[in-house]
């Protein structure tokens, strides 16, 4: 009697163990704010800049935030030569689906071809614009004039008319959201091939001459020319301090190691970034697979480089 007593006392602790166990775990996943983390990545910069992982953030805040700021937001890309048959359709396609979604956007598209500029179908609230620019003959110009062009730009109607911007390389496609958690005053990208580089190998321009030049023991990270942004006012100043190095550099008869991203990399570093945006913003595919790298944003095309290239 007493035994069978004894095990109905168990048999109740053990259930009110269970129940207990369950009510805990569902006070903490819904009960009180669910805090996300990466232990596995760094997250935070020497100077309080946030690095953004997936799981950092959530979307549906940064959303709700932005929409109340009843934002534009800019995003500039240039197709030259060839890179305009090659590039711009997939990257427009793919921005409609994944670029600021639910956000006004209006589309800033550099090309010497206006007409070739393939029509695709906006969403609500988006617009695109095609600026004419003239065709430089080496890509590597092409590539550094984007900087003067840029800067241009925001002095004119694509700077009264957004409030953030972002500048990026056509070769590449979105693959999932890239949304308002990548809105800051300046923003930078960690360039996928050297974010877990140690300082030595990162491949700055490191020429004393060049206005580029980063000394050793100087620089942070090694930031991806790929894809950068801010706010019109920041952009202005940094479009303008690399087209301004770009010009000084030209006429001394030098070309910094990575052109206009060599430059970008020595703003960065005189003037931090406000947020860092995490290799999974901007990835390429031909690294393979790495744990931390969770959800790509952006994938950068297989670099044919003899096709568009002259
Ligand atoms: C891994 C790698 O190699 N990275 C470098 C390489 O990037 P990329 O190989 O990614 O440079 P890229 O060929 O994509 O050129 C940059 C961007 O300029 C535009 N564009 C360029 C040339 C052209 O004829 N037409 C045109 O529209 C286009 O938007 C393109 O995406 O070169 C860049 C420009 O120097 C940077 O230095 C990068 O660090
Ligand atoms: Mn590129």
């Given at each position: 009697m007493a035994l069978k007593e004894g095990l109905r006392t168990w048999k109740r602790i053990f259930w009110q163990?269970?129940?207990?166990?369950f009510?805990?775990?569902?006070?903490?996943?819904?009960?009180?704010p669910i805090v996300r983390a990466r232990p596995d990545v760094l997250t935070c910069t020497s100077?309080?800049?946030p690095i953004i992982w997936d799981g950092t953030f959530d979307p549906a805040v940064a959303q709700q935030e932005a929409l109340q700021q009843n934002l534009t937001i800019g995003l500039t890309v240039f197709a030259v030569g060839r890179y305009l048959e090659k590039y711009l359709a997939r990257f427009l396609e793919t921005a409609e689906q994944h670029f600021m979604v639910g956000q006004r956007v209006v589309y800033y598209v550099f090309t010497e071809l206006p007409a070739a500029v393939p029509r695709v179908a906006l969403g609500p609230g988006r617009g695109l614009r095609v600026e004419r620019v003239v065709r430089e003959r080496r890509w590597q110009d092409v590539s550094m004039q984007r900087m003067r062009t840029l800067h241009e730009a925001l002095h004119g109607r694509l700077g009264r008319e957004a409030h953030f911007v972002f500048c990026m390389d056509v070769d590449q496609h979105f693959r999932s959201s890239f949304g308002p958690e990548a809105l800051a005053?300046?923003?930078a990208q960690l360039h996928a091939w050297h974010y877990h580089r140690p300082r030595w190998?990162?491949?700055?321009?490191?020429?004393?001459?060049?206005a580029a030049a980063v000394a050793p023991g100087e620089g942070d990270f090694y930031y991806h020319a790929a894809v950068f942004g801010g706010s019109v006012a920041a952009l202005r100043g940094l479009t303008g301090h690399c087209a301004r190095a770009l010009q000084r550099d030209r006429e001394r008869g030098l070309e910094a190691?990575?052109?206009?991203?060599?430059?970008?990399?020595?703003?960065?570093?005189l003037h931090k970034p406000a947020k860092?945006?995490?290799?999974?913003f901007c990835w390429s595919p031909d690294i393979g697979w790495r744990a931390e790298i969770r959800r790509p944003r952006l994938l950068w095309a297989p670099k044919e480089y003899a096709l568009v290239r002259d």
């Open positions: 163990l269970i129940l207990l166990g009510g805990l775990s569902g006070l903490l996943l819904y009960g009180l100077w309080g800049a005053e300046s923003v190998l990162l491949p700055y321009e490191r020429d004393a001459r060049s190691r990575w052109h206009d991203e060599s430059h970008l990399n020595k703003f960065f570093w860092v945006l995490s290799p999974e």
